[in-house]
């Protein structure tokens, strides 16, 4: 014990002799350390907010969407990828509400959308106005949290009536209470009935803050005029009825759209649960990838690290010449410049850990999301900086613990 005492003691000794050396050495660690940290924590923090918001759609719904996909799980439908698709319909939608074809499901919306210039009192703003019906709130779990949705009578009846998101709201009316106010959606008139809950990006990338929700007759009779819908989105009884949900709805789309090959379906059905995964495998190869990036950046610390050592070999000849001549052995010098070594990158791997975690805390404020560093990351993080200086720290102190004491006296 007294001997490692003495072998610390020595090794904060000249590391504090030169302060400046030390100090830039143990910066290229803590640069990497903190890269790797940063980086790591903002994949993971981006990671857990978007499976927050696919999440928050809901775990048991379906998304019928118009276009097949074709064999490919990551393809998108061809109605996502600007081409107008006419093939879900009323029918559709009907028979995948019916529960004798399709005993899983509770609630089926059909939703056709467009982008609109939205006025009211000489303020005009452009915002996405989305036609559902009377249950897509309960299948979005889009909460009203003033006014109401609008009804199945509305749908049924094509009302002008409009629920919008909160953004919107407060852009068109400031400190008015919306409800009952008329609204102009490309220069038709809209009385706002209700305004829903803060609840940022839906699955589609469309801003539900800033959306404006119309009966969807409405929209698709008087404000778009078409008779398809781009999307059908349904909740199921259960979350573990997906795999017989999807083979119900596809029997029904199969056979109403008189389709035999599955490779030529014109429909393609999703779930959270399947988005879910796709995004989590690319955030995780990209978080992957980030933290394979800052690494190098370790690397290039080490090696630093590495050179400074062998430069303080070279300083410190006559210096170890003499403590062999006292009766210092091989094993005595090997381990002094190894403490030495890796007291540097354990100081290093401490200022890298705080100096990730504060990046970390910068990026997710920006980035919406909350800062994820575990305890594991940064005992790992600080436990690759002492394996660094071990591992980079042996060749100077193998040198070192290798030179001739008459030698190293001699030495100028």
Do not use: C
Not at 180 to 201: D, L, P, W
Not at 279 to 288: C, H, M, Q, R
């Amino acid at each position: 014990m007294f001997f490692f005492r003495q072998i610390f003691k020595m090794a904060v000794g000249s590391l504090l002799l030169n302060k400046m050396r030390t100090f830039l050495t143990m910066l290229g660690v803590t640069i990497g350390i903190g890269a790797v940290i940063m980086l790591i924590s903002a994949g993971n923090g981006a990671q857990s907010l978007i499976i927050s918001k696919v999440e928050g759609t809901g775990s048991n719904n379906l998304y019928v969407i118009a276009g097949g996909s074709g064999k490919s799980k990551l393809a998108a439908p061809a109605s996502r990828q600007g081409a107008v698709i006419k093939t879900l319909v009323d029918q559709d939608v009907k028979d995948i509400q019916n529960p004798n074809l399709a005993p899983s499901v509770l609630y089926a919306s059909p939703v056709a959308s467009g982008s609109y210039t939205v006025e009211y009192n000489g303020t005009s703003e452009q915002a996405s106005v989305q036609g559902s019906n009377q249950d897509f709130d309960k299948i979005s779990n889009l909460n009203v949290t003033s006014g109401s949705w609008f009804s199945k009578a509305d749908v049924d009846g094509s009302s002008q009536v409009a629920v919008i998101g909160p953004k919107l709201a407060n852009d068109l009316f400031g400190e008015q209470d919306p409800i009952g106010k008329t609204i102009k959606v490309n220069q038709i008139s809209f009385r706002v009935v209700g305004v829903t809950e803060a609840k940022g990006s839906g699955v589609g990338g469309v801003d539900q803050d800033y959306l404006v929700n119309v009966p969807v007759t409405t929209a698709t009779h008087i404000l778009i005029g078409i008779n398809y819908y781009s999307i059908v989105e349904v909740e199921l009884k259960d979350a573990s009825l997906a795999d017989q949900g999807t083979a119900e709805i596809t029997k029904i789309l199969a056979d109403n759209h008189h389709i035999t090959d599955p490779t030529k379906y014109d429909f393609t059905i999703t779930s959270p649960a399947e988005v879910l995964s796709i995004l989590s495998e690319v955030t995780s190869a990209l978080t992957l990838f980030l933290g394979a990036i800052a690494a190098i950046s370790l690397v290039v610390g080490g090696i630093g690290i590495m050179n400074i050592m062998l430069v303080s070999v070279t300083e410190r000849t006559r210096e170890i010449g003499l403590r062999k001549a006292l009766g210092a052995t091989r094993s005595n010098i090997l381990i002094q410049f190894l403490v030495e070594a890796i007291m540097i990158t354990v100081a290093g791997g401490i200022f890298g850990v705080i100096i990730g975690y504060l990046g970390a805390a910068v990026i997710a404020h920006f980035g919406g999301w909350s800062p994820t560093i575990s305890i594991g990351s940064i005992t790992l993080a600080v436990g690759v900086s002492a394996l660094f200086g071990v591992v980079f720290g042996i060749y100077p102190a193998n040198k070192a613990s290798k030179l001739s004491p008459i030698e190293a006296l001699r030495y100028e």
